[in-house]
């Protein structure tokens, strides 16, 4: 029952130590990924109910529902490849990885109560959105392991 305006911002970078154990171009890679990927976002009652860990409310009772999800930086990353090895010849080459972070999401939601909410039923919203923050924490930890794939075209001088 809530209307949700928001925003991704992306903002990452890796860090990676590669190996070529043969000649061929094959690599192992292992390195961090600092993780600044978030959502942000803000939630306002879309009709005249809002239902909040089972609880229904009045959308005159819930002001707005504010939240905020990120990652524990740095996360750890493994993978394997191929591409261009260190001594290549000039020219183009093409390059694929593939592997994994290792990632620790968080979130945080707030509640803000309608101006005419009594204290007590204002405090019974906020339980009830502090339940839903922790339901949502653990499906987020369910994601800890996250697969990632690069393609890449590069130039060697």
Same mark, same amino acid.
């Given at each position: 029952g809530l209307a949700v305006k928001g925003s991704l911002e992306f903002q990452s970078m890796f860090l990676l130590a590669d190996a070529y154990p043969f000649d061929n171009g094959f690599r192992a890679s292992a390195g961090l990924m600092i993780n600044g990927n978030r959502i942000v976002g803000r939630a306002v009652p879309a009709g005249d109910t809002v239902t909040i860990n089972?609880?229904?409310?009045? %959308? &005159?009772? =819930?002001? &707005? =529902?504010?939240?905020? %999800?990120?990652? %524990?930086?740095? %996360?750890?990353y493994l993978g394997v490849g191929w591409g261009a090895s260190p001594a290549?010849?000039?020219?183009?080459?093409? &390059?694929?990885?593939f592997g994994a972070i290792y990632q620790r999401p968080d979130l945080r939601l707030t509640a803000n109560c309608g101006p005419a909410v009594a204290a007590a039923r204002c405090a019974e919203l906020r339980a009830d959105t502090a339940a839903e923050e922790n339901d949502l924490r653990r499906d987020l930890m369910e994601g800890r392991i996250y697969p990632i794939l690069n393609i890449g075209i590069g130039y060697r001088f």
């Amino acid at each position: 029952g809530l209307a949700v305006k928001g925003s991704l911002e992306f903002q990452s970078m890796f860090l990676l130590a590669d190996a070529y154990p043969f000649d061929n171009g094959f690599r192992a890679s292992a390195g961090l990924m600092i993780n600044g990927n978030r959502i942000v976002g803000r939630a306002v009652p879309a009709g005249d109910t809002v239902t909040i860990n089972g609880e229904v409310y009045q %959308a &005159s009772e =819930v002001g &707005s =529902v504010e939240g905020k %999800a990120w990652f %524990a930086r740095p %996360a750890p990353y493994l993978g394997v490849g191929w591409g261009a090895s260190p001594a290549g010849r000039p020219g183009f080459h093409f &390059s694929f990885d593939f592997g994994a972070i290792y990632q620790r999401p968080d979130l945080r939601l707030t509640a803000n109560c309608g101006p005419a909410v009594a204290a007590a039923r204002c405090a019974e919203l906020r339980a009830d959105t502090a339940a839903e923050e922790n339901d949502l924490r653990r499906d987020l930890m369910e994601g800890r392991i996250y697969p990632i794939l690069n393609i890449g075209i590069g130039y060697r001088f």
